[in-house]
């Protein structure tokens, strides 16, 4: 069955450091990969997405993307993480029929100071 | 331009009550979906629409009724609400292979 894997639940981070978040997809094909950003009580807000080409992909608020085909994975990453980043990442895909988006189950991460 | 408008945005039901939730775009988009969102089980789809007069279900259908008389509407029905209803309800659409737009939600509670 066509799903989307986020591994970690939970991740806790200082202000300043790098981030990582993890995102693995099984699907026959290559799907169209997506990564969203959700604020406490706010809806959805699209970081990035990736569709073919160039493997790492830019989004909005310094976040960027990796894809790898060997791994089935787009992990989305940020070299410097602000407060404001604390938030709940879901990574997305849409697949084969181009009909059904599916989400993974989301990571939170916490910033510290 | 109001993207995707999501209407009540909290609701209260008892059990057995039945309720319609209403979304409406206005960006002419073809696909509709509705999402529920629950606490670890990220966002899971409940039913969609490729066009008006076309819906099918997704992965948590049961419970929820749904149709697509117009390109612009796209209600949820619940049947006969149950606790286990309880939740955060988006509604998005998109054209084509172009990113969801979601609306901000109805947040549920089933006493």
């Known amino acids: 069955a066509q799903s989307v894997t986020q591994p970690d639940i939970h991740i806790t981070v200082s202000e300043g450091a790098s981030l990582e978040l993890r995102c693995n997809y099984s699907?026959?094909?290559?799907?169209?990969l997506f990564w969203y950003v959700q604020s406490p009580g706010q809806g959805l807000q699209l970081l990035l997405k990736?569709?073919?080409?160039?493997?790492l992909v830019q989004g909005i608020k310094g976040f960027e993307a990796e894809f790898k085909r060997s791994q089935s994975s787009f992990n989305l990453r940020k070299p410097s993480v602000h407060w404001s980043d604390a938030a709940e990442y879901f990574c997305?895909?849409?697949?084969?029929?181009?009909?059904?988006?599916?989400f993974g189950t989301g990571t939170k991460l916490q910033v510290i100071p | 331009n109001a993207g995707v408008t999501q209407t009540p945005k909290f609701q209260v039901l008892k059990t057995g009550q039945s309720m319609t939730l209403q979304c409406a775009q206005d960006?002419?988009?073809?696909?509709m979906s509705w999402y529920r969102q629950d606490p670890g089980m990220g966002l899971r789809l409940i039913h969609y629409s490729v066009g008006a007069g076309i819906t099918d279900q997704g992965e948590v259908p049961n419970g929820y009724n749904v149709s697509r008389s117009t390109t612009e509407d796209f209600p949820l029905r619940l049947l006969s609400a149950a606790p286990s209803q309880t939740s955060v309800y988006f509604c998005?659409?998109?054209?084509?292979?172009?990113?969801?737009?979601f609306g901000n939600g109805t947040r549920l509670t089933v006493t």
């Open positions: 990736y569709f073919s080409g160039d493997t």
């Open positions: 699907y026959g094909a290559t799907p169209y």
């Open positions: 960006m002419n988009h073809e696909y």
């Open positions: 997305a895909a849409l697949g084969g029929g181009y009909q059904k988006v599916t």
């Open positions: 998005a659409s998109r054209q084509g292979l172009s990113p969801l737009h």
